[in-house]
């Protein structure tokens, strides 16, 4: 079955289809008006198919000794808020006349309907017993298949279920029952959000606002696949913030919700669907179509120090960590190429890596900017820097001199002992991009060697080798930190930094983490910012 309606935007309506057995995503920042949708599609849906929302704000108070009425009278309790409701009566008693931010206090309405669900069934088998002349095999009800989610989810906990009372305990040896109002939240949203889910009616549609509240990222996946294949005959609406789990709903339909207005005309949401076969990260296609601001797509990861820099540096921008520097140019030509994500504009930017000045004015044509030094980490090794830094930990002007002194010795010292390592290394990344860029015309096989054999012989290590040494061998006898440092890849360098100023690398690091998310003192992000490249979104 399909239900298709119209959702409002300011362009018109958008269509949204619902079918049995499908999944939707709504992912949006808080304050998108996520919810809001969620109440009108609702609204719109309930008068002609059984939907069953589960609201963000929700009690997780499990009375574990609830007594069940009649099944039919429990599923409409939980369905609408009274007992001989129907769709009519569910914004008034269910949700108290406000659906978009009322409590949803029903764990014991779950629990009466399923505890109701399972007298219902063994009634049911009884009966059957008495009538058949064999032996007949015991229903499966709602509860037996809600302890099969749960023993998959959680391996070491085991649920038990006697005399219409919910218990638990740990596989440890030893271990002894307790009482379902003990669960700890997870193990209570767990319990709720299963029930939940298999109490709803046949062929129903289920939307569940903040699917991941409470749940621990290592099983939240694993909970919603269990879910899901435990009702295929259900369509799921997920209501989330959490870019990860949207990713997780591989065949899911993704819609990207930015604002919500209220107008004279009715309600009318900014929202736009997630486009399949873009060659990037469903989680970056999420960020990148909710986001506010243009996209700065760096190296690293979301907790590392160049994210956390670059985040506080280029605060205009939505900085996205993808990875290596390949990944960022891939991203970033990517991103040229798909014309519906252009809304806000992009750049990229990468280490140095000792690149030449012909590479950085090439990436930089195509949108990506190039550090002044081979590693981001050594950003903090720029004299003006390395100044600012020591100033904001209290050095004086005197003593800090000193130290830039110690720390610029200490670097040539190593950069001449490592100098073979250093132009080696530089060579090699030479040689994989001339590679990279090598292409082939022939249409034979004949033409194709020679071809082949005349582009290496383009590509002379030797040759290679002999420039960066003099470059290096020059900028160290003239002590030219600023060529040393677009060349010299040593992450331990920060190490040497920290040591001088008192602190290991891994304290110097979230001192300056904080210091730049701080409010107080520019002086650092005033010093980074003059050396990282000023950079400028490209749009259209």
């Known amino acids: 079955m399909t239900f298709v309606f119209g959702i409002p935007t300011a362009q018109g309506s958008l269509p949204f289809e619902i079918k049995n057995g499908s999944t939707i995503v709504l992912l949006g920042a808080n304050g998108s008006g996520k919810t809001r949708l969620g109440v009108y599609i609702e609204n719109i849906v309930s008068s002609k198919r059984d939907v ?12 574990p000794n609830v007594q069940p009425p009649s099944l039919d009278a429990a599923l409409k309790k939980l369905k609408f808020g009274y007992e001989l409701g129907d769709h009519n009566h569910k914004h ?3 949700w108290q006349g406000k659906p978009e931010t009322a409590l949803l206090n029903d764990f014991d309405l779950v629990l009466a309907a399923l505890y109701a669900e399972e007298n219902n069934a063994s009634v049911l088998f009884r009966q059957a017993c008495l009538k058949s002349d064999k032996p007949i095999m015991p229903p499966k009800t709602k509860l037996d298949i809600l302890k099969e989610i749960w023993s998959s989810v959680l391996p070491h906990r085991v649920l038990v279920t006697s005399d219409s009372t919910i218990k638990t305990k740990s596989l440890a040896d030893g271990s002894l029952e307790y009482s379902g109002s003990e669960m700890s939240d997870g193990e209570r949203v767990i319990f709720y959000l299963i ?28 909970l919603w696949d269990q879910i899901e294949a435990a009702r295929p005959d259900c369509a799921f609406i997920y209501i989330t913030h959490d870019i990860e789990f949207s990713a997780s709903r591989h065949a899911a339909t993704k819609y990207v919700i930015r604002s919500f207005n209220r107008t004279a005309n009715g309600d009318r949401w900014d929202i736009e669907i997630v486009p399949d076969n873009t060659n990037l990260p469903e989680d970056v296609v999420s960020l990148i179509l909710g986001s506010r601001q243009p996209m700065l797509f760096v190296e690293g990861n979301k907790g590392s120090l160049d994210a956390s820099l670059y985040r506080r540096v280029y605060s205009d921008f939505t900085v996205v960590p993808v990875g290596d520097c390949e990944q960022v140019i ?13 809304r806000l504009g992009w750049a990229g930017i990468i280490d140095a890596d000792g690149r030449d000045h012909e590479e950085i004015q090439f990436l930089f044509s195509k949108g990506v900017h190039v550090l002044p030094v081979s590693e981001v980490e050594n950003i903090i090794l720029i004299p003006e820097i390395f100044l600012a830094l020591a100033k904001s930990l209290h050095f004086n002007i005197s003593d800090a001199k000193k130290k830039l002194d110690d720390l610029t010795s200490i670097l040539f010292s190593k950069a001449k ?8 290394s530089h060579v090699k990344r030479r040689i994989d991009s001339s590679i990279k860029k090598i292409s082939f015309n022939s249409k034979e096989l004949a033409t194709l060697e020679t071809e082949f054999q005349d582009q290496f012989k383009k590509i002379s290590p030797q040759q290679l080798y002999s420039e960066i040494y003099n470059t290096l061998n020059e900028a160290i006898k003239a ?3 600023t060529i040393l440092l677009q060349h010299y890849d040593n992450k331990g360098l920060m190490s040497e930094a920290a040591r001088l100023l ?18 107080g003192d520019k002086l650092l992000l005033h010093a980074i910012q003059k050396h990282l490249p000023h950079i400028k979104p490209i749009s259209g």
């Open 52 to 63: 069953h929302r589960v609201a963000a704000h929700r009690s997780l108070t499990l009375n």
């Open 92 to 94: 008034g008693n269910r």
């Open 195 to 222: 029930a939940q889910s298999l109490i709803t009616s046949e062929s129903s549609i289920l939307i569940i606002d903040e699917p991941e509240l409470h749940i621990n990222k290592a099983i939240l996946s694993q």
């Open 330 to 342: 891939h991203t970033v030509a990517t991103f040229a190429k798909r014309k519906e994500l252009h």
């Open 417 to 424: 002992e490592e100098l073979d390592r250093i132009c080696l």
């Open 479 to 481: 002590n030219d930190i």
């Open 502 to 519: 008192g602190l290991s690398q891994k304290p110097l690091e979230e001192y300056i983490g904080r210091t730049l998310r701080g409010d």
